[in-house]
C-alpha cells in the first residue's frame, strides 16, 4: 500500500499484501482506510474479508468475515459510519471499533452510490455515464463503456475518457492523443489535475500547455519497488 501526500506529490511505502483488494474507501482525512479483500487460497476459506487499518499499513484493527463472494463491498458513509455489504451467511466481526465508530450491513448497489456521488461524480441525464469535472482546472472525466455498440453504465473504476473545457470561454475540448480507457484508475484530484495509472507501472496526470496541446507527465515510476516483508510501526497496531 502507497500513501500519496497530495499536497507534495510524495509516497510513503507501507505493507504488501498477496490477496487481490477489490474495493477500498479512505475516511475524509485519509487516517483510516478500508478494504475489500478476497482470497483465493484454501486455508482462508477463498472467502473475502474486509478490513479497517491505517495507510499504508494493512495490519488490521478490525476485521470482518463475509463468508462468500456475494458482498464485501465496504465504505465510509461519513466519518463515524462504516458501510458494508453482507453475504449469503452473516458477517463475523473481530477486533475492536475507536470510540463513535459504527457499522452497517447495507446492499453494495447503495453503498457503490454512495460513495460515487461522494467523491464528487455525477450521473448524468441520459443515466448512461457518470462524470466528474473540476470547474476551475477546466479538466473532467467521463466514466462509461460500450458493449457490442451499446452504452453500459459503468461505474467510476476504469472505461474512463476525458475532456477539457476552458473554465472562462466554456468551449470544450479532447484529444485522442493520449487514451486513458485503460488505466488501472483514474480521477480528478482536489488541485483539479487529471491523474491516472497505467499497466506500466506508472503514475501520470494529464497537463495542458500554454500552447493548447495535452502531454502526460510522470509523477511517480514504481517499477524499482519489490514486495517485502514490513512490520508496520506501533501507531498503526493500536487506536
Known amino acids: ?3 500519496w501526500d497530495l499536497a507534495t506529490d510524495s509516497l510513503q511505502v507501507g505493507q504488501w499484501i498477496k490477496p487481490k483488494v477489490r474495493h477500498f474507501d479512505l475516511n475524509s482525512d485519509g ?15 477463498y472467502s473475502p474479508y474486509v478490513t479497517l487499518s491505517k495507510p499504508p499499513w494493512y495490519t488490521a484493527l478490525a476485521l470482518w468475515k463475509v463468508g462468500d463472494s456475494w458482498g464485501g463491498i465496504c465504505g465510509f458513509s461519513d466519518d463515524n459510519t462504516i458501510l ?4 449469503m451467511e452473516p458477517l463475523k466481526f473481530k477486533g475492536t471499533l475507536n470510540k463513535g465508530l459504527v457499522w452497517n450491513n447495507n446492499k453494495g448497489e447503495m453503498i457503490y452510490s454512495r460513495l460515487t456521488e461522494r467523491r464528487g461524480w455525477k450521473l448524468d441525464s441520459s443515466q448512461e455515464k457518470w462524470v466528474k469535472y473540476h470547474p476551475k482546472s477546466g ?7 460500450i458493449v457490442n455498440g451499446k452504452t453500459v453504465l459503468a461505474w467510476p473504476t476504469a472505461y474512463h475518457s476525458w475532456f477539457w473545457k476552458d473554465p472562462i470561454t466554456g468551449t470544450e475540448s479532447t484529444s ?3 487514451d486513458i480507457s485503460l ?24 497537463e495542458k500547455y500554454s500552447n493548447g496541446k495535452y502531454r502526460p507527465r510522470i509523477l ?8 517485502k516483508w514490513v512490520t508496520p510501526p506501533t501507531e498503526a497496531t493500536k487506536w
Open 139 to 145: 479538466f473532467g472525466l467521463i466514466a462509461q463503456r
Open 84 to 87: 458494508i455489504q453482507g453475504g
Open 220 to 227: 511517480h515510476d514504481l517499477n524499482d519497488l519489490n514486495p
Open 31 to 45: 487516517s483510516l482506510i478500508l478494504c475489500s479483500i478476497q482470497s483465493y487460497r484454501k486455508k482462508d476459506d
Open 1 to 3: 500500500m502507497l500513501k
Open 183 to 206: 488505466a488501472s484508475c483514474a480521477d480528478i484530484d482536489p488541485k483539479g489535475r487529471l491523474v491516472y495509472s497505467m499497466e506500466d507501472g506508472k503514475m501520470y496526470s494529464i
Open 176 to 178: 485522442s492523443s493520449i
